[in-house]
């Protein structure tokens, strides 16, 4: 378990990213590009025309060779430099990187030299060829290394506040849910003490469970598992008033869910459905799954025509379309709607597999 916390924190915690991914290699080579455009008008070539095209092409070739190989040795010990310190790991970055550049200056100038192709573009001092390819590198580098830096700080510092967001969040739905679930128990211990007494351990063998979670997120399975611990508090104070028709099969039990994301919407549905319900009623919970994204869509019935309707604030599923949000934003939504004597809440999310 450490060890695999380890791996997840030297992974989240690298500023550097993935040079093997064909996103980040694509990166690397617009930059080289435009470096080589940069350096072609820098030149002041008297000739234009085609010798200024073919200026551009021969540099492009020789910084496109130094870009990619370099992407290629950071693809390659990214599992070594990920486990260093900060600084560590950027000083061997940046100094593979001018090694890197060195190496493929001499061969190209060896090439050159023996060859004959690009002569006319390389001067005439093999230790001017290879300082100027060599301070390019340096600027170059530290530029590109400070901005992978600045934007995983970025990055790091978003997540961390949606992180504290979400755990505030979650911190208010838990005293609302211990209240409901304490006039729960009040209720039954007049009448049915053997009941309450079994409602507290089912209480206390939840929160538990709850509390053992030292992250926001939980798999589903366990997120099912509250929630069915909670209905079965409610199944013992209403009886047979309460039916859940559970169709979840084809969803991803190891899927990342917000904790407490289900109980509420369905405390929801008891609270302004069922109660409502002169002989009660059913609540549907039906799971989709297409690959990509989990959708899960709860119903209840509406309160009778003429039946006073009970006050809510809205608490409950504003709570938890912001903890979607924050989780993934702009890809994850909440939406109730009211027809045909049917209340439903639709929430649908990216599938992500749970890392302890």
């Given at each position: 378990m450490a060890k695999a916390e380890y791996a997840r924190r030297a992974t989240d915690e690298f500023f550097l990213p993935d040079f093997c991914s064909?996103?980040?290699?694509?990166?690397?080579?617009?930059?080289?590009?435009?470096?080589?455009?940069?350096?072609?008008?820098?030149?002041?070539?008297?000739?234009?025309?085609?010798?200024?095209?073919?200026?551009?092409?021969?540099?492009?070739?020789?910084?496109?060779?130094?870009?990619?190989?370099?992407?290629?040795?950071?693809?390659?010990?990214?599992?070594?430099?990920?486990?260093?310190?900060?600084?560590?790991?950027?000083?061997v970055s940046f100094v593979l990187l001018l090694v890197t550049t060195g190496v493929l200056s001499e061969v190209a100038f060896e090439l050159a030299r023996y060859t004959g192709i690009g002569q006319g573009f390389l001067p005439g001092s093999h230790a001017g060829f290879l300082l100027r390819n060599l301070i390019i590198c340096a600027i170059v580098s530290l530029l590109v290394l400070r901005y992978f830096y600045v934007q995983h700080q970025w990055k790091a510092n978003v997540q961390r506040e949606a992180r504290t967001r979400i755990e505030v969040l979650q911190s208010r739905i838990r005293p609302h849910f211990l209240f409901n679930s304490m006039n729960t128990i009040a209720a039954l211990i007049r009448g049915t003490p053997d009941l309450a007494e079994r409602t507290i351990e089912d209480l206390s063998d939840l929160f538990r469970a709850s509390l053992k979670q030292t992250s926001p997120m939980v798999p589903l399975s366990e997120e099912l598992a509250i929630t069915r611990q909670y209905l079965g508090i409610e199944q013992l104070r209403l009886g047979d008033r309460l039916k859940v028709n559970w169709q979840i099969d084809a969803l991803p039990v190891d899927a990342n869910a917000p904790q407490l994301m289900l109980q509420p919407l369905l405390e929801n549905a008891i609270y302004h459905g069922i109660e409502t319900q002169p002989h009660g009623g059913s609540v549907d919970v039906i799971g989709r799954f297409d690959?990509?994204?989990?959708?899960?869509?709860?119903?209840?019935?509406?309160?009778?025509?003429?039946?006073?309707?009970?006050?809510?604030?809205?608490?409950?599923?504003d709570n938890v379309r912001q903890r979607l949000g924050l989780a993934w934003p702009e890809r994850a939504k909440l939406d109730a709607q009211a027809a045909d004597g049917v209340y439903r809440v639709h929430l649908s999310f990216p599938y992500e597999s749970h890392t302890p």
């Open positions: 064909a996103p980040v290699v694509l990166i690397v080579v617009l930059i080289a590009e435009l470096t080589a455009f940069v350096l072609v008008v820098a030149r002041n070539l008297p000739g234009e025309g085609p010798a200024l095209w073919m200026d551009l092409a021969r540099i492009s070739l020789f910084l496109q060779w130094i870009a990619l190989t370099s992407a290629a040795v950071l693809c390659a010990t990214r599992k070594y430099l990920r486990r260093m310190p900060l600084r560590h790991a950027a000083g690959g990509k994204t989990l959708s899960i869509l709860i119903s209840n019935p509406l309160p009778p025509e003429g039946a006073p309707r009970r006050r809510g604030n809205q608490m409950a599923l």
